[in-house]
Structures are given as C-alpha cells and as structure tokens.
C-alpha cells in the first residue's frame, strides 16, 4: 500500500554513503564539506573519466519525501542554467528513482543510492576562505567587479524563474583563472512551486547574516531579495565585516529595521560610489530596493569605472592570480584616476564631487600631497567666492540704504539749504557708518572692503576646510543678522539727514562744524584653529557641538581657550577624546586613532625579523600598532624572503609569524 491510500508506506532504505562509496558510475574519493543539507564529495565519473563533485543528501532528510522531491526538482532546475558564472549540474540520482524497474518503493527490500547531484569540480576556494585568509577588506574596485558578475548571474537564474535565496561568500567559489562561479542552488526557489520547505513546515532556509528582511521574517521572497544577499555579501568584502552581527533574534531584528552601520563608515577608502551601490542593494523596503539584478549590476560597473577599471572578468583573473600584488601595483593607478577625476570636477564647479574624490584618495594614500593641495585649493576658492558673495551682499544693502533715505521724509527745517555745503556723515551705531546721498555708494561701504585681510578676519567663512562652532563661534559672526534684512536694518539704524550748518556767533557768518571723529569699530575677537588628524575615521564633537568628519586637511575655527573634543566611530565602537587648550593666533593639529592599539611580538622562524612598513623589527621585538593594515616582510641577512599585506586585528595583542602564512596571530581565547 502506498502513502496516502489508507496507511503508511515503509520507509525507503538508503545506503550509506562515505568515502570509498560508489554511487551509480560515480566513485567517491574524498569529503570536501559539509553544508545545511549535504555533504559534498569528490568523485570520478567512470564512464566520462573526469573529477566531478558530488553532493549526498543527509540520511535523516531523505526520509522526508517532500525533502527529497525537491532537492531532485530543484537539482534539474538548476541543470537548465547554462552561464559561466553558475556551476554547472551535470546529473541527478539515487532516491526512488534508483528502485530497479518494477519495484514499488513500498515493497522494495533492497537498500537504494540515497538521492545524489552530481555538479562540477571547482579547483579552488570559496570568497569566506578567501576572507578568512585575508582578514581585512578587498579593493573598492575588486568587489564592485566581483558583483558585477554575480549579478550576470542571477540574472540568468532569475530569468528562469529560479531565485537563490541563500547567496553568501560560502557559495561563491573562485575557480581557475579568477573566474568566480555561484554554486549550491540546494535551497532555491522555483518562482511556480507551491509546497516550499518554509510553507510546508514554517522552518526559515538561508543564512540568517546575509537574509533579507522579508525572508528573515518567513515571507515569500522574489529577485530583490537576491540582490539584497547579495549586496550584504559585496557589504562583507568591501568592510572586512558581517553586515550584522550578535545573537540570533537580535540580529533578525537588526535584518527588519535596517540596522546596519553604513559601509562607508566602516571603510571610507571604499568611496561613495560603492557604498552607495550597496546600501541601495540594502535598502530594508523590497520597493526602495534596486529591482534587479541588471539594474544592480549595472551601478556595480560603475562604481569599477569610477576607479578607473572597465575590464571587469580580467581585473577579477589578476586579482585571484596574486591579490596582494594586484592591490600594491593596482592601487597607485586607481588614485592618479580618481585625482584626475576630482581635478576635472574642481575645474568645472563640481566641488561636492571634487571632495568626494579627494576624500577618497586621502582613505588610499592619507598622505598623498597632490589630494591635500587640491582639498586647500578648493577651499580657497570657497572662500574667495564667499568674501564676492559678501561684498555684493554689502552693496545690496548700502543701495537699499541709499534708496531708504532717499524714501525717508525730512523734517522742513532740517533740510540743507540750496547754497550750504555738503554735509559731512553721521556716525552710525554699530560701526556702520552712514553717509549723506551725495557721497558715491562705493565709498559708504569702503570702511568694510579696503582690506579685504581684515575684512576676511571681522567675517572669515565657513565653508569646506573652515569651520565655526558652537559656542565659540566669534563675535563678529553673531551680528550678521542685524544685516540680513535690508528694511530690518533701516529701521534699526535710520540715517541722520543732514542738518543746516551752525551759525559762529563770533564770526557773524555761516559754518560747517567740523565733524565729530566716527566711532572706532570693536576689534574682532582674536581666532585659532583646530585641525584633527585621526584614523582611520571618526565624526567629532567639540564642546557638544557636532562639527563633521574629522578631516586633516580641514581647519576649524574656534576661540582662543579650554575646548573638550570627542572623535567616535557610533555608539560602542571606537572613540577618541582629548582636552586641548588654543591660544590666540595658533593652529593645533591633533593627531589620533580610535582604534585601541594592539601589542604586537615580532617571533618568525625563516628569518631574523621582519620589516613593518619600511621599518626594521628584530625577532624578540615588541612594538605598538593601530589595527591597520602594514606591508610586512619576512627579513634574513637584510634581505627580504617574502612579504605580503597584512591587517592588523582589532585585539589586546598578537604575534607575527611566517608560519603556516606571514600574519599576526591573536592568541587562541
């Protein structure tokens, strides 16, 4: 009697399966991994004679025939996809289908091959291996390629109706010559099936770090969600960190509120371009998200292109071929791009993306002089513009003065007689003198302009590189709104007409009094300046008052005296604080990481010391360092062995080894 016609079928019994097993023509010769469904085994293919890869249900689902049914389903699904970046599967056995002809599977006696795929051999290792080894983050330009193709792919699968729904770097094999191939379709979804494992038993399928909201929360999934897995797999090689983390509930939480730090935050030498991408991938609303994998793909080439790389397969090819050699020889080339990108958009007025260009470049090489004399540059520039700006703004308002006193009704018998002499100006209050409407408008405002030096000092912008903060913002600069309003101003200051001129009672004859000597402007209070230098990057607070990313080519303005700042990366991460005091005139640099600073312990075995970024280190030696990543060499008789790039762990302490590979080692918790 067969399941659901009365009663209850026995169980199929499955052989089991190790290493040695033969399973039709496929011998298996070794266990390469094990994943949420399977074990994955090398094999030869007898009959074709080539090395195949073959993954083995577990014993305990096959039992479940549903389970069954759609691994073997799904496994033939996937065979329909033809793409370089997909790998490919090349059969499909064992289960009920490996009954012999005739035999019902309720009645069957004899034990059967349990249900198999057989997929093709990757000679190589997965981008989590790759990250593992790598302990840091990839080349902006590397991952924004490595997107790039993985798009193609789903583009494909998602044009068949198949959505992979558990994309991650696990499953995302390097094969030779760089090729990177998208594997283990084993929990896809075909967009027709009705009777998905997560309907069936309520169970959530995927990793849950890289799921998106509406998969982490049980609900159905589509292409978008695709590509958000897969903007969190771009967000892990880009930052050299899981987009989420902590326990599980917690981080479903974080998943559904879009909770991640930006990844610009984590790595500003990523740029803008691919940060942007990504966070677009991430966007938590499905309809805010990018709506395919295309549209993706297409964002992801041109963040690549932004840094100058068009040839997306071969930068992926050099890449693989020798990553620390691609990234030293490749990344001086990258910023020459983009500083000749940020020159051309300085030149052509584009300043919010000139800074966006050079900050970048600063985030690749922090002491690159050609970044830091284009950052001053513009500057300038923002500042000139802003002293015409202010200059025709004080035009405006001696004409608008001009005009009010024209305007102004003067009593009968103030007003000057035909042959008195021009009257001499009033003073003003407030160090604004007005003049009689005889006198040029050009010269009423002469007083402000003729040094545009003390001008600059009296009212210094606050643009780019110059900044002004809370409660030490100069006084100069709180009296500007008594100008912003011409009519405000006017009433405030109303002119002084002109009066006839006194009679000199000895001299029996009309006269001009001499006139009384203007008031003297209040001198502007005296001005410092505070640049912060701090690595790898933070947003500063001084005296309470958010004042932006910490920059070290930008000069903040403050006064003269006791300030309390504060640099930090967020809440519970890195942070920097420091208690400076400025005199009047002085420009301080302060210079810093948030990062706690790591022991390290120089103990290599093939050599008698190693070189940290230029600097010799004997065996035995014991120095400081920020968690950053150095260029360390593995020296003997003073020549260097080997050498590679290495990123230095954010822990208490670690010790730099030549074995099994040159890094430093934390010590084992």
Request: contains cysteine; hydrophobic residues 40%; proline residues 9%.
């Amino acid at each position: 009697m067969h399941a659901g016609e009365g009663g209850d079928a026995p169980p199929l019994r499955y052989r089991p399966v190790t290493t040695g097993s033969r399973l039709g023509r496929y011998e298996l010769t070794g266990e390469l991994g094990t994943g949420g469904m399977a074990t994955v085994y090398r094999a030869r293919d007898s009959e074709l004679r080539r090395e195949v890869a073959v993954k083995v249900l577990f014993a305990h689902l096959c039992k479940k025939r549903e389970v069954v049914a759609r691994f073997q389903r799904e496994a033939r699904a996937a065979a329909a996809l033809d793409h370089r970046h997909i790998l490919r599967v090349l059969d499909v056995g064992g289960g009920p289908s490996a009954l012999r002809p005739g035999t019902a599977d309720d009645d069957a006696e004899e034990m059967i091959d349990p249900p198999f795929i057989v997929l093709e051999l990757v000679r190589g290792h997965s981008l989590r291996a790759h990250m593992e080894q790598r302990r840091g983050p990839i080349l902006a330009e590397v991952v924004a390629c490595a997107g790039a193709v993985i798009c193609e792919a789903l583009e494909v699968a998602h044009a068949a109706g198949i959505v992979h729904r558990d994309i991650k770097p696990a499953n995302i094999m390097v094969a030779n010559g760089g090729r990177l191939v998208l594997a283990d379709f084993g929990v896809a979804r075909l967009d027709d099936d009705d009777s998905s494992l997560v309907t069936r038993t309520g169970a959530i399928l995927g990793t849950p770090a890289f799921m998106s909201p509406e998969q982490a929360q049980g609900d159905s999934v589509t292409e978008r969600s695709d590509v958000y897995s897969l903007g969190a797999t771009l967000y892990q090689l880009a930052t050299g960190s899981m987009p989420f983390g902590g326990p599980t509930p917690k981080m479903m939480w974080a998943i559904a509120h879009g909770e991640q730090t930006p990844p610009l935050r984590r790595n500003p030498a990523m740029g803008t371009a691919l940060a942007g991408a990504i966070e677009h991938m991430m966007t938590a609303d499905p309809a805010a998200r990018a709506a395919t994998a295309r549209a993706a793909g297409g964002a992801l080439r041109e963040a690549a292109a932004a840094g100058g790389i068009t040839e997306v397969e071969q930068t992926l090819a050099d890449y693989f071929a020798d990553p620390e050699g691609f990234e030293a020889n490749q990344r001086p080339v990258i910023v020459a791009h983009l500083l000749e990108s940020a020159r051309t958009a300085a030149a052509t007025g584009q300043l919010p993306r000139a800074t966006s260009l050079a900050d970048r470049v600063l985030g690749l090489d922090p002491d690159n002089a050609d970044a830091l004399a284009l950052v001053d540059g513009m500057t300038a520039r923002a500042r000139s513009r802003r002293l015409v700006t202010g200059g025709a703004v004080l035009l405006a308002l001696a004409g608008a003065a001009t005009a009010a006193y024209l305007l102004w009704p003067a009593p009968a018998a103030a007003l000057p007689r035909p042959d008195a002499a021009p009257a001499d100006a009033a003073p003003a209050l407030d160090g604004d003198t007005h003049v009689g409407p005889n006198i040029p408008v050009s010269q009423r405002i002469s007083h402000k302009t003729s040094n545009p030096e003390t001008h600059r000092t009296a009212h210094p912008p606050a643009l780019d590189g110059d900044t002004h903060v809370g409660p030490s913002i100069l006084e100069s600069q709180r009296i500007s709104h008594k100008t912003s309003n011409p009519e405000t101003h006017r009433t405030a200051h109303p002119p002084v007409p002109p009066t006839a001129p006194p009679i000199d009672a000895a001299a029996g004859q009309g006269g001009t009094a001499p006139p009384a000597p203007p008031d003297a402007a209040p001198a502007p209070p005296p001005s410092a300046w505070l640049t912060l230098d701090i690595s790898p990057w933070c947003n500063a607070r001084i005296d309470g008052v958010d004042v932006g990313r910490a920059n070290r080519a930008r000069r903040i303005e403050l006064r003269p005296g006791r300030h309390e700042v504060i640099c930090s990366q967020g809440p519970g991460m890195g942070e920097w604080r420091r208690t400076v005091t400025l005199t009047p005139g002085q420009h301080l640099t302060e210079t810093g990481s948030v990062l706690r600073p790591v022991a390290v312990a120089i103990a290599v075995s093939g050599g008698d010391g190693v070189r940290i970024s230029g600097h010799y280190h004997a065996n035995g030696s014991h120095l400081t360092l920020s968690p950053d990543r150095y260029r360390i060499e593995l020296m003997k008789g003073g020549q260097a062995t080997a050498g590679r790039w290495v990123t230095l762990p954010r822990v208490r302490s670690c010790v730099v080894r030549d074995r099994p590979a040159l890094d430093c080692y934390a010590p084992k918790p």
